[in-house]
């Protein structure tokens, strides 16, 4: 079985702090890890995926298979980053369906 | 392309009474999801169609609950009898066979 877990609810920093949101999965086979945001009053939406290694609005995501962990890194937090972070993952041979965590809330105060 | 939509915005109603809510997906997308999101829980899956039909439906809470995806482009998730514990914000998604799925702006439930 496939599990996600965001051990942090709530995350606060300063504008300017580093800021790194915790991810864990377990999953036997090959997963493919994301990162929702759902902003304020805004819809939930895709910010990155790990095949991607891409670096979107200033984050990050490295997959660790040996520590199953895809945390999401800024190095200098934003206050517009304020929002709700959801892990995802997909297990690749289930088309369409993904995974959740529960969520990070993120405050970044100025 | 407006995006996945949903109605209500936002639904007020007094437990036992019959609540519907509605989904467009986006042209094209051949998935449709439906989501419960609480601060307790957090983002669950209720349910989700691939070409019109229920694949997974093991997130349903109970039989008060029902789904429907009657063609391409409308989906319905129906609870009856509503209870306070139902209040929510539900979200329908789509998305064309990626991981990349594209969410509406939710219903804000209320059952008082």
């Known amino acids: 079985a496939q599990r996600v877990t965001q051990p942090e609810k709530l995350l606060s920093v300063f504008k300017g702090a580093p800021v790194e949101l915790k991810c864990n999965y377990s999953?036997?086979?090959?997963?493919?890890l994301f990162w929702y945001v759902q902003y304020s009053r805004q819809r939930l939406q895709l910010l990155l995926r790990?095949?991607s290694r891409e670096s979107i609005k200033g984050f990050t995501a490295d997959l660790n298979k040996g520590e199953t962990s895809f945390h999401l890194k800024k190095p200098f937090a934003q206050e517009e980053d304020s929002a709700m972070y959801y892990c995802?993952?997909?297990?690749?041979?289930?088309?369409?369906?993904?995974?959740f965590g529960r969520g990070t809330q993120l405050t970044v105060w100025p | 392309d407006a995006g996945v939509i949903q109605s209500p915005r936002h639904e007020v109603t007094e437990m036992g009474q019959e609540v519907t809510l509605r989904c467009k997906p986006i042209s094209g997308h051949d998935y449709l999801f439906w989501y419960r999101q609480t601060m307790m829980r957090g983002l669950e899956l209720l349910i989700y169609f691939n070409n019109n039909v229920p694949i997974d439906d093991s997130g349903m809470p109970e039989d008060r609950f029902s789904a429907k995806m009657p063609n391409a482009s409308f989906s319905t998730l129906k609870i009856q009898p509503s209870e306070p514990r139902d209040s929510a914000v539900y979200f329908c998604?789509?998305?064309?066979?990626?991981?990349?799925?594209?969410f509406g702006p939710g219903t804000r439930l209320t059952v008082t």
């Open positions: 995802a993952l997909s297990r690749g041979s289930t088309l369409g369906r993904l995974y």
């Open positions: 998604a789509s998305s064309r066979r990626t991981y990349e799925q594209y």
């Open positions: 790990h095949i």
């Open positions: 999953y036997s086979g090959s997963p493919e």
